[in-house]
């Protein structure tokens, strides 16, 4: 056993250009997480051939290569041996990999971490405003009418809802103030602060400011000598991050300076008057004016450019994903989004979401191609349909890069998709998932033509990437003769390995394996699950749970095979050496393990039904993380069926997931 982690290790560090290349690493429950020094000397087609390596992809300076638990662990120690290197935790290797970043990333990094956090609350804001039109669009359900005008008695419901959906764009920079400020080090409730200065009533409304201007009717401070527009900052999105970023600059600085016994009182007052003042009279003018620029020029290119600017936008999207740069794009339409009132809402959604859709046909495509390759099959499989469901990190670099043609053919049908959704002016009235699912993001009078416009970016991807497969056929062979000798080479492997001893199981009369409910909660399908990995099947088929409670038991009879040393994650092994991942939340090794506690240990056996972990939902929740929790059958290709048998609520040990023959 230790052999193949020994070789493993050896063949990953080679593949990075060998120790001298290798800055740091770290490793999380199911991936090994390296910051190199040179990335252009990274071997991925030697890498996609190692045998225990599911998957790679870059982000944020970091490398990150798929393992899955039990292996990740052991691959690790021998690879820090090899590599001659100290062990680091997540963290530390998050600083280490924040160096290697250039301006230009750290910038499109923090606009990320920004807006992450706050974009439920945009989500829930968009959806309410789509109802909201739903109840007063004129036509939609009764001829002539809407459904106000029809039935006069939901007319308040209607005025309640819609006033639900304005109240988080309204108050979009306090949300943004104390998110911003928290990223820049600084106090969040000082940063909801300014945000709401800049939004005080007494201001001039932020809407009426270019009017005003023409009209020569807008308000002015006279502050020693210099006068200071009393205009407000609504539906404005740079400015008050740049005006967080300042107070928590100047709040770190009077930190250092500041006695400790006026802490409390001088360095909030001082924070706060300094970074608003410099609000109004520079940041605020100078940020309102990028702001501006940027969304003109997104609205440039989709209003004056029409379908020739959405086939270009469709067509870079995909790029930009490569790079990362996509985070960028939320600013602007974070800022359109704002201003949905006078603008009818944002053409991007549409135009991304064909995108991601034509990602996604490009991997079925794929799938239908290489019939002679099972790994890669179920790859672009389950990469196909995560994609078109918003998620395109495993189908752009787990099968449409790798293949090259396919990226070709899916930037095809995704630009004639984008080109078609801003031609028939698809709008969308909040963020949300940018696949098929994303209808319900859409304007009421748009919905239809969202529908076309994904079917034609489907199909066009589709075809193209058929008919470019066949120009590219050589290739293609190639790499799948190179998938079936690791798939054979890993079900030798398989093979070979013994099952745990002494582990009781339930059988049932056909043979076939159980898993039970190991936390109390909602059952989802696994491409629900909110991260791209998990939900993508690259460590696994098997299920997602939505918590009710924090309290995780044994699925069935086994032995603890491995545990996250943030204590967020355990694997087990079970009848007939089933290796299942029970992963609690999305993103939760960064919490370090606060909010955990470990009921057991690794190498205990343990009984179904037998508490492993408790977890406190509220601090994953209140930390800005998913509580969905991936329970993922990490082997289940060695066996000849996995189906999940129960979605929906499901209370512990229900039957959730039942296990073929081992092949």
């Known amino acids: ?93 998050k600083k280490q990999a924040a160096k290697k970043m250039n301006p230009v990333q750290k910038l499109l990094k923090t606009l990320a971490d920004v807006f992450v956090p706050i974009l439920p609350a945009l989500v829930a804001s968009g959806l309410l405003m789509g109802i909201n039109n739903i109840l007063t669009a004129q036509g939609m359900f009764v001829e002539g009418k809407s459904l106000v005008e029809a039935f006069p008695k939901i007319k308040d419901f209607a005025e309640m809802v819609n006033l639900f959906s304005n109240a988080g764009f309204t108050f979009l920079p306090v949300l943004i103030g104390f998110s911003a400020a928290k990223i820049f080090g600084g106090t969040p409730i000082l940063g909801a602060v300014i945000g709401a200065i800049m939004i005080h009533p007494d201001l001039m409304n932020g809407y009426g400011y270019g009017q005003a201007l023409l009209d020569g009717t807008v308000p002015y401070w006279n502050i020693f000598g210099l006068s200071v527009a009393k205009v407000g900052y609504q539906g404005t ?23 400790a016994m006026l802490d409390n009182i001088v360095t909030p007052l001082l924070s706060v008057l300094i970074a608003g003042a410099m609000t109004f009279l520079f940041i605020g003018p100078v940020m309102r004016g990028v702001g501006d620029a940027m969304t003109n020029a997104v609205m440039w290119l989709f209003f004056d450019l029409g379908s020739f600017g959405g086939l270009i936008y469709g067509v870079t999207y995909p790029l930009l994903v490569i790079t990362g740069m996509h985070h960028s794009l939320v600013t602007a339409e974070t800022q359109i989004l704002a201003n949905i009132g006078t603008l009818g809402g ?219 040393e943030t204590r967020h994650a355990i694997g087990m ?5 089933m290796e299942l991942l029970i992963h609690v939340g999305v993103d939760t090794v960064k919490m370090n393990g606060e909010g955990f506690a470990l009921l057991v240990s690794q190498g205990d056996k343990v009984r179904a039904g037998q ?48 296990v073929g023959h081992r092949q």
């Open 611 to 658: 508490k492993l972990m408790t977890f406190d939902i509220s601090k994953i929740k209140a930390a800005g993380y998913s509580t969905t929790t991936a329970i993922l059958l990490a082997n289940s290709s060695d066996y000849s069926s996995c189906n999940v048998v129960k979605t929906g609520k499901s209370k512990q040990m229900e039957k959730i997931i039942t």
């Open 237 to 259: 999105v740079l400015p008050v991050i740049a005006s967080a970023f300042c107070l928590a600059f100047v709040e770190k600085k009077l930190r250092k300076i500041v006695p």
């Open 346 to 564: 944002s053409p991007t959604f549409a135009v991304v979401a064909a995108a991601n859709c034509a990602q996604g046909a490009a991997a079925l495509a794929v799938m239908f191609r290489m019939k002679n390759d099972p790994k890669m099959k179920s790859l672009a499989s389950a990469s196909g349909i995560s994609s078109m469901l918003g998620i395109t990190e495993p189908a752009i670099f787990g099968v449409n890069l790798k293949l090259r043609y396919p990226f070709y053919g899916a930037l095809i049908g995704g630009g004639i998709g984008a080109a078609y959704a801003t031609l028939v002016k698809v709008l969308s009235v909040s963020q949300g998932p940018c696949g098929v699912i994303g209808v319900i993001c859409i304007r009421p009078d748009c919905m239809l033509q969202f529908m076309v416009s994904m079917a034609v970016a489907i199909v066009c991807a589709f075809a193209a990437t058929m008919v470019l497969g066949g120009v590219f056929g050589k290739k293609e062979k190639e790499a799948s003769s190179a998938g079936n000798k690791k798939a054979e080479s890993v079900q030798t492997s398989a093979r070979t390995e013994k099952p745990a001893a002494d582990i009781h199981t339930e059988i049932e009369s056909k043979g076939e394996k159980v898993i039970y409910t190991p936390i109390q909660g909602t059952v989802i399908l696994r491409e629900n699950i909110p991260d791209e990995t998990f939900a993508s099947g690259i460590l696994g088929e098997g299920i997602g749970i939505e918590p009710e409670t924090g309290e995780v038991v044994a699925p069935f009879d086994g032995e603890i095979a491995s545990i996250a």
């Open 573 to 577: 092994i079970g009848p007939d050496g």
């Open 1 to 93: 056993m230790e052999e193949k982690y020994v070789k493993a290790a050896q063949e990953i560090l080679a593949c990075m250009g060998g120790k001298d290349n290798i800055a740091s690493a770290a490793h999380c429950a199911t991936r090994l997480r390296l910051v190199l020094k040179d990335e252009a000397l990274i071997d991925k087609d030697a890498l996609e051939n190692v045998e225990l390596v599911k998957g790679n992809f870059n982000n944020g300076g970091q490398f990150q290569i798929i393992l899955g638990t039990g292996i990740v662990n052991h691959v690790y120690a021998e690879f820090i041996k090899m590599a001659n290197i100290t062990e680091m935790t997540k963290e530390e290797l």
